[in-house]
């Protein structure tokens, strides 16, 4: 069975303050990917980012960027100079190749304080 | 071009009173799924198809039927409602191959509350 954990509930940081959010995850199947995905206070889930199993670059988008390492099974997301506009709860989710069932783990809600 | 359309958006129910979520997407998805989202436990899948004619169970199914007799729509029934349903809906779609494969676009969400 597959497993997501976000271990941190909610993290609260000032504006311009980098925020990691750790996600770490479980699969017996050796090709799958890896998601985030933002939920803001309107409700709406909005996709961010996929990941192969097979590409371990990390990869950076504006503020955004995020780190997988295969060996200790984990897909950590970094905001840059936060912002109270990312404010929102956040994401982590694995799939197998094929198909569209995706694990969630339990979500990071972040707080971005001004 | 509207993507995952669920409605209703609230919907209030007693208990033992039964009610379909519609979800329409327009885009040619083949997948289409059905999660619920309850405080602390992220989404959980209740039903899914990988096309028109075909469905199969999620992780939390009981309570809820669903059918897919087009590509486009993906009804979720619960059957005879209980408290223990409430929580907010997600309706999703995504491709099957590649470069969008297991993307998945969401609606919007129906909260829906049994009394």
């Known amino acids: 069975a597959q497993k997501v954990t976000q271990a941190q509930t909610e993290i609260s940081v000032v504006e311009k303050e980098d925020v990691t959010l750790d996600c770490v995850y479980e699969?017996?199947?050796?090709?799958?990917?890896l998601f985030w995905y933002k939920q803001p206070p309107s409700g709406e889930l909005v996709f961010l980012i996929r990941?192969?199993?097979?590409?371990?670059q990390n990869e950076i988008s504006g503020r955004y960027s995020w780190n997988f390492q295969k060996s200790t099974s984990s897909f950590n997301f970094t905001i840059t100079a936060s912002q109270v506009v990312d404010s929102a709860v956040y994401f982590c989710?694995?799939?197998?190749?094929?198909?569209?069932?995706?694990?969630f783990g339990g979500g990071t809600r972040v707080l971005v304080k001004p | 071009n509207a993507g995952v359309t669920q409605t209703p958006k609230f919907q209030v129910l007693k208990t033992g009173q039964s009610m379909t979520l519609q979800c329409a997407q327009d885009?040619?998805?083949?997948?289409m799924s059905w999660y619920r989202q309850d405080p602390g436990m992220g989404l959980r899948l209740i039903h899914y198809?990988?096309?028109?004619?075909?469905?199969d169970q999620g992780e939390v199914p009981n309570g809820y039927n669903v059918s897919r007799s087009t590509t486009e729509d993906f009804p979720l029934r619960l059957l005879s409602a209980a408290p223990s349903q409430t929580s907010v809906y997600f309706c999703?779609?995504?491709?099957?191959?590649?470069?969008?494969?297991?993307?998945?676009?969401f609606g919007a969400g129906s909260r829906l509350t049994v009394l």
């Open positions: 999703a779609s995504s491709y099957s191959g590649s470069p969008g494969a297991n993307v998945l676009t």
């Open positions: 699969t017996r199947d050796t090709t799958y990917y």
């Open positions: 990941r192969n199993s097979f590409d371990e």
């Open positions: 989710a694995l799939s197998k190749a094929a198909g569209n069932k995706l694990t």
């Open positions: 885009m040619n998805h083949e997948y």
């Open positions: 198809s990988v096309g028109a004619g075909i469905t």
